[in-house]
DNA sequence: GCATCGATGTGTACACTGTCAACATGGCGA
DNA sequence: TCGCCATGTTGACAGTGTACACATCGATGC
């Protein structure tokens, strides 16, 4: 589905010179080619091809097409946010540890639904994304491990374990699921097997 | 350090037509790029460059430039294999779990080492190794695991579960380490931190 | 000892990539 | 209404993987 081109004031789907809101369009193009094809399809050329724009266009909006590629992997950091905290709301009410498996589910099921998006999640992030103060899945993990500690003690060196633990782990199954265990009923069991022994090792 | 041109037969330096042992040399030359570059560097004429060769004679000896960065991801992994038997010699004779924590140790401390080699170890393999009896770490663990099990009724369920939690875990803060936690001091305390807790959850 | 053959190298070409400089367009404020 | 300037286009350059035709040379058979 290439992006029409509009104009701002233009309500018809008339071609004009200009785009109107090509930096949305370039990320959803983006986002689109990454489900489809994977980090080797995501090119700038191709992108802007699907925008019905010429690839130098790219250049009024992003530095470079690192930065585009890494706008794209911040949306689907976002649709992940959104999954994550849906679940969450539904868990509400229960136990940190729940709430916690509830997240790493999340992560693993985005994983494995959309391998492709997701290999754009996991890349180091190059360029800082624009809004600091968007939905973060670390700060989330932080919140739900925090309520794990006695209250009035905070041990900051046991916070940092666990968070690890709780990130290493979800990321570490969903990378290896992934790309080694096809069968979707193994990768059921192990990770319900995982995550109950990352469920004891997060409350020792 | 580009790999001097050598004919079979002939002794010295001089340069003849005929490489010799180009293949060895084309992934000496790419674990050196990888090392120094990381994956970007690791391209198809940079690697021929390097070894003093045009880029099309690399088509002698892999089908494509993804066969050559495969196998010089094997090369690594070998590497890895290698300091992982090394400490296991050392730590032979002690508990199954200790040694599993050595082996996570060995991948992590690898991964911090040498990070830009990692990021080809971590890569999902497109092109079966060569050799398929060779140190193999999921093998490695899995003999280890099965040292927890109680003798005479192993159950396939939880070696597989344990499996994927040590490989899991080690894995993904090895990642998460090497992209967001440059402070050596940290990096050590948070894998002590979190080798415990997926200690306790191992024996669970 | 000599011809030949196959393995392994070279050169050139093509389609593709990111990126830049120079130029074109047209919406919006003065 | 005019002109500015954000936003687009075109064309170019260097670098990429890869295929094809050709060159070279060690080994092998006579």
Redesign the interface.
């Known amino acids: 589905m290439a992006t029409e081109r509009r104009a701002v004031t233009t309500g018809g789907g008339r071609r004009s010179y200009h785009h109107g809101a090509l930096r949305e369009a370039l990320v959803d193009a983006g986002e689109a080619l990454a489900r489809a094809e994977g980090l080797e399809g995501v090119t700038v050329r191709r992108i802007a091809a699907a925008c019905g724009v010429s690839a130098a266009a790219v250049y009024r909006h992003f530095p470079s097409g690192d930065h585009l590629i890494a706008a794209v992997a911040q949306r689907a950091r976002e649709i992940m946010a959104r999954d994550m905290f849906a679940r969450l709301d539904s868990a509400a009410g229960r136990p940190p540890i729940d709430r916690l498996r509830e997240v790493g589910e999340s992560y693993i099921a985005f994983a494995l639904a959309e391998p492709r998006l997701f290999s754009l999640v996991?890349m180091?992030?190059t360029t800082p994304p624009d809004r600091i103060d968007d939905p973060n899945a670390a700060d989330l993990v932080r919140d739900i491990v925090l309520e794990l500690e006695p209250p009035g003690e905070i041990d900051e060196?046991?916070v940092?374990?666990?968070m690890?633990?709780a990130?290493?782990?979800?990321?570490?199954?969903a990378?290896?699921l992934?790309?080694?265990v096809p069968d979707p009923q193994a990768r059921a069991?192990?990770i319900a097997?995982?995550l109950?022994?990352?469920?004891?090792?997060?409350e020792?």
């Open positions: 996991s180091p992030m060196a046991r940092a374990a666990r690890m633990l990130q290493s782990s979800a990321h570490g199954l990378v290896i992934r790309d080694f069991m192990l097997g995982v109950d022994r990352v469920g004891v090792g997060l020792a």
